[in-house]
């Protein structure tokens, strides 16, 4: 994927440009990006028993679902997505969901 920097300069990455943390079971909705992009990597970094889910959305965790990881990840697994977003990307809050570091562009 291109991703324009800055300064304006072009790369490119499969591993995004950005990163958001969302610390286990939180419960409210986490936008990670407001604006169009690409969802491309989610790392656990914490276990939860919650299905998480990732929408394609600018403000709440409803719609087209872009990523979804299983109940009980493993800590240290990496999922890989490279999916487009073309609202934005949303994280819906569960009490059990896992902690997560998402890379996206």
């Given amino acids: 994927m291109s991703v324009t920097d ?41 276990t939860g028993t919650n299905p998480m889910q990732v929408f394609d959305n600018a403000s709440a965790g409803s719609g087209t679902i872009i990523a979804c990881l299983p109940a009980s990840p493993t800590v240290g697994t990496t999922y890989v997505f490279g999916l487009p977003a073309s609202a934005g990307i949303t994280v819906k809050g569960h009490a059990s969901n896992p902690g997560v570091t998402i890379s996206y562009a």
């Fill in 6 to 46: 800055l300064t304006g300069a072009s790369y490119v990455t499969d591993g995004g440009s950005s990163i958001k943390a969302v610390a286990a079971g939180t419960s409210g909705d986490t936008v990670v990006k407001a604006t169009p992009g690409r969802i491309c990597r989610i790392l656990i970094t914490t």
